[in-house]
C-alpha cells in the first residue's frame, strides 16, 4: 500500500515561513519524479513545485517562485517544501505526489502524477 503523507501546515502571519514535508512508504520512488501542488476552497487544484528523481532539477509556479525551495531527501523518502515570505493568497491545502511516469526531469502537469497525499492546511494571516 502506497502512502504519502503531509506534515508542516499550520497558521502563520504573512512574512512568515513554513517547511512542509511528504514522507512516502510503501515503495521507495528514488526514480521518480515527485511534486507539491495546492487547492484553496473554491479553486482548481495548481501546481506549486516539482523536483526531479535525483533532485537536480527543480521547477516552481510563478506565484511561489523565489520564495520556495523544494528538496528530496531519497535515503529518507521524503520531500519537503520551504516556503518564505508567506502571503494570504498561499493560503490552501498542500498535497505532495508522485510521478511513476516521468522518470527524468519534473513535471508540472497534474495528471502524470498517481500517488497522492491527503495534504496539509496552511493558512496566512494579513
Known amino acids: 500500500q502506497v502512502r504519502l503523507v503531509e506534515s508542516g501546515g499550520g497558521s502563520v502571519q504573512a512574512g512568515g515561513s513554513l517547511r512542509l514535508s511528504c514522507a512516502v512508504s510503501g515503495r521507495t520512488f528514488s526514480r521518480q519524479a515527485m511534486g507539491w501542488f495546492r487547492q484553496a476552497p473554491g479553486k482548481e487544484r495548481e501546481f506549486v513545485a516539482g523536483?526531479?528523481?535525483?533532485?537536480?532539477?527543480?521547477g516552481y509556479a510563478d506565484s511561489v517562485s523565489g520564495r520556495s525551495t523544494i528538496s528530496r531527501d531519497n535515503a529518507q523518502n521524503t520531500m519537503y517544501l520551504q516556503m518564505s515570505s508567506l502571503k494570504p493568497e498561499d493560503t490552501a491545502v498542500y498535497l505532495c505526489?508522485?510521478?511513476?511516469?516521468?522518470?527524468?526531469?519534473?513535471?508540472?502537469?497534474?495528471?502524470?502524477?498517481?500517488?497522492w497525499g491527503q495534504g496539509t492546511q496552511v493558512t496566512v494571516s494579513s
Open positions: 523536483i526531479s528523481w535525483s533532485g537536480s532539477s527543480a
Open positions: 505526489a508522485v510521478s511513476s511516469a516521468v522518470s527524468t526531469g519534473w513535471t508540472r502537469l497534474a495528471y502524470e502524477y498517481n500517488y
